[in-house]
């Protein structure tokens, strides 16, 4: 069985610090991977997508990698806000075209 | 980016009566659309694969009889809950990409729909 695994489940750090969030994957046969932030109630919101050629995407503070090898993918936060207290999903693509969800980082920024 | 618009986004019910769910692509075509339940704190569940003008491929578990899909168009896929209970009452939320099946471009998703069954 396919999965995704997240860690950490949840994380709370002063407003200021600079994330990691972790992304692993069973199969590296995939063909992108993307990630996304979901608040609460509400659908999600694309943040970055990598196809399997490219390494890593950038996107003003976000920056997100992809290691096929390792089956891994981080998504970097620099300079946390507040407002970017969220739940953080990564979703992958696998080599027969199903989606593959993680179960999610619930980040909280502390002002 | 694309928009995906769902309808509506929070729906209250008496058991057994059927609800539908609209999801619109609003500036693309999406020849497939994905259906999602999330559960409070968990990630999200595929339900169903939404293909334009045939029928919608159900994930396993996913009981296609009580769980209608319906893809006339290719900017719209419908949802119908018919004969809800409680334990159907979750949040749904649909996404879709550009273009052929197998597109591998980036995935949008609509706001979800809060369903909740009395």
């Known amino acids: 069985k396919q999965e995704v695994t997240q860690i950490p489940a949840a994380l709370s750090v002063p407003e200021g610090e600079n994330l990691v969030l972790n992304c692993s994957f069973t199969?590296?046969?995939?063909?992108?991977l993307q990630w996304f932030r979901q608040d609460p109630g509400k659908g999600l919101t694309s943040l970055l997508l990598?196809?399997?050629?490219?390494r890593e995407q950038t996107s003003g503070r976000l920056n997100a990698s992809l290691d096929k090898s390792s089956g891994r993918s981080t998504l970097y936060i620099a300079a946390s806000q507040p407002g970017d207290s969220a739940t953080y999903l990564c979703?992958?693509?696998?080599?027969?075209?199903?989606?593959?969800f993680g179960s999610g980082t619930r980040l909280l920024v502390r002002p | 980016g694309a928009v995906v618009s769902q309808h509506p986004s929070w729906v209250i019910c008496k058991s057994g009566t059927s609800v539908k769910i609209e999801c619109r692509s609003l500036?693309?075509?999406?020849?497939?659309m994905f259906w999602y339940r999330q559960f409070p704190k968990q990630s999200l569940m595929l339900m169903a694969t939404s293909n334009e003008g045939s029928k919608a491929t159900y994930e396993q578990g996913v009981e296609k009889d009580k769980f209608l899909i319906n893809h006339a168009s290719l900017t719209l896929s419908t949802l119908t809950v018919t004969s809800a209970h409680p334990e159907d009452s979750s949040f749904y939320i649909c996404s879709a990409r550009e273009g052929a099946p197998a597109n591998t471009g980036e995935l949008f998703f609509g706001e979800g729909s809060r369903l909740t069954v009395l």
């Open positions: 500036d693309f075509q999406a020849t497939t």
């Open positions: 979703e992958w693509m696998d080599s027969s075209y199903k989606l593959i």
């Open positions: 199969d590296s046969a995939i063909y992108n």
């Open positions: 990598i196809q399997s050629s490219q």
